[in-house]
């Protein structure tokens, strides 16, 4: 059963919720359809909240704007640790804090990677 209701049941705790690092094949539909800006932008990491076999949520991070915002946070001794959160979603039927959970989650699988400073507008 694939039904709306169906996958609200499953999402209606963070119980059955994964993260993890999904492609921009698997992130895109979703963006193009429930993302504000209707785009994929800069972002070239993607990272997906399931609930049980249905993604629910999604949140892309890429470069900064412009040229040198990143040294511009932190120095150029860290630029290299700078990502921007660029773009997020979640489904109508998915939980009402998906975005709060993905985000953190994400934010700490990246420093785990060595990207630890994220910024976002």
């Known amino acids: ?3 709306i209701e169906e996958k609200k049941r499953v999402a ?3 119980e059955n919720a994964e993260v993890r690092a999904i492609s921009f094949e698997e992130a ?3 963006i193009l359809q429930y993302e504000y800006l209707g785009t994929t932008g800069s972002a070239k990491i993607f990272y997906g909240l399931f609930f049980g076999p249905y993604l629910g949520c999604v949140v892309g991070f ?3 704007a412009g040229t040198r915002d990143a040294a511009s946070v932190c120095g150029e001794d860290y630029a290299d640790k700078v990502i921007e959160l660029v773009r997020g979603c979640r489904t109508l039927w998915a939980h009402k804090h998906s975005a ?3 985000i953190s989650r ?4 990246l420093a785990e990677r060595g990207t630890n400073i994220i910024i976002a507008y």
């Not at 994400?106 to 699988?109: E, L, R, Y």
């Open 100 to 102: 709060t959970y993905l």
């Open 1 to 3: 059963m694939n039904t």
């Open 28 to 30: 895109r539909p979703l």
């Open 62 to 64: 890429g470069t900064t």
């Open 106 to 109: 994400a934010a700490k699988d």
């Open 12 to 14: 209606e705790d963070f």
